[in-house]
């Protein structure tokens, strides 16, 4: 949520912004906004994209060497000129980025106000800046103590960059629950909410934590925390290429991390499968590996796609180690009272790995004493730092809002861990742990052929493009399926979907359908497949649509289905990473022609730093 990134050095700040800010839109992309600090401190911003912001500062004054940009996903305010950042306190003293949110805020605007203090925003940032310019003019302290003087008292979460008009050689930055990255370069400094806009220039960075603050110059980085205890910067090197953060040949980041799935699959058990095939090795957890072996129960938490990457490995912890799984929405498990014991293994998953809720029912779980797990993507981020330990997904940075490759990649993860625990707990037969190693090996190149058919899908979405409604069905395993099929339709088109498990289509959903309503089905060969089968003759009895994701050769259900797409066969327990495949390959061509932004989809951030 909200891309932050400033410059500090030698070079001409507003290119190295406003490149910065377009490699973050995929954090926010409601309004965007520069300053730029010279003898006097320039603010240009407005409502739409990073291009907007471009245009409205053509023919300005662009110079200058240290700066700051945003790019926003509105929580308080509208969308608009005055709501976007940068923000400058009332007299001036301070421009202001932010990311994150001042729960406070209410209360410190009334004592502003009542200080005759005045807004032009409805933002909380607002707030923020004349808080602390009312601090520094009261105390006549310097900026940085008056930022963390008037951070003591925040609460709420925040990445801040922030500027002082009477200290202008510096920038000052601080991190609480929202992301800040420093690049460290030679007599220059780059902040941003992630590391895309820094690889460029330098692959030397400090992650933020919480409360810590920076002061940096061109030649100084002075990092502390509130309380100003001195503090020592961690620089560490990032392993990001500049090529992944381009689209390449493709029209949108959705569709080539679509294509990048076989190899992020690959990447993703590489160096992790013995090259017999025959044994798992899974570094990241092997100290915890006993007290994850004796667990009495594990508790996966995670939102959005992540959460049915869990409800996938629900069904494979359960099937194959045989230890009770619950899978929990981390913005309810943090809200309610749960139980858990030392015993359970707690697993987040997260691509981001900052997902407010997800972190913050991590911290709650700790006190457990519960062993915490991770699932991530992106190294660095704040999920692995707050973990017992974990296991990387490797998938690569993914950009597209809608997540693809890393759902695949997150199952991966999550079927090597099932299957290493079944081993140790001898819960799975030598047989059948062989036997799903050697299929995961086989997927990539099953994704290709699935992959191959793209031109076809794509006739099947032409059909469907004027939708204004979906169900998807699926059973077992192949309900999150369904869930995330529907997902990333609702998601990119706008089109109303839903994901059932398919039997409870007859409690509530079959009332909808009709001649008008497709019915995507996900009815690979399984255990399940002959009850499967009935359902898609109960929706044919009513009209509706068939879509059916079958396994290739399946003849029965192309006779009842209107449309067909075939999935190579593979073990019922792998297919959850093959069938989600048609199905995001349908919604991104459906929401092509209806004309939607793909990789920004209204509404939605990539990253979800607030709660
Ligand atoms: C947002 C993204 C989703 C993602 C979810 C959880 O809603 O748009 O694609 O699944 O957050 O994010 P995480 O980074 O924790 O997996």
Known sequence: MCGIVAYVGERTAYPILIKGLQRLEYRGYDSAGIALINNETKVYKCKGKVRDLENHSKGQDINGSIGMGHTRWATHGEPSDINAHPHVSMNGKFTVIHNGIIENYAHLKKELINRNYTFQSETDTEVLANFIESIYLDKKVDAEMAVRLALTKVIGAYGLVISCSDEKEKIIAARKGSPLVIGVGDNEYFLASDATPIVEYTD????????????????????????????????????????????????????????????????????????????????GIADVMPKIVSARRIIIIACGTSWHAGLVGEYLFEEYARIPVEVEYASEFRYRNPVINEDDVLIAISQSGETADTLAAIKMAKESGATILGICNVAGSSIPRETDAGVYTHAGIEIGVASTKAFTSQVTVLTMMALLLGKKRNTISDEMYYRLIDGLTEIPKKINDILSTEEDIKEIAKTYQNATNALYLGRGNLFPVALEGALKLKEISYIHAEGYPAAEMKHGPIALIDENMPVFVIATKDKSYEKIVSNIQEVKAREGKVIAIVTKGDEVIKKLADHVIEVPDTHEALAPLLTIVPLQVISYHIAVMRGCNVDQPRNLAKSVTVE
């Open 204 to 283: 030397k960075v400090i992650y933020m934590n919480d409360e810590d603050v920076a002061i940096i110059t061109r030649q100084s980085l002075d990092l502390k925390n509130i309380q100003n205890d001195q503090l020592t910067p961690i620089i560490q090197k990032v392993e990001l290429n500049i090529e992944e953060i381009d689209k390449g040949d493709f029209e949108h980041f959705m569709l080539k991390e679509i294509y990048e799935q076989p190899n992020s699959i690959s990447d993703t058990f590489r160096g992790r499968i013995s090259i017999d095939k025959t044994n798992l090795f899974l570094g």
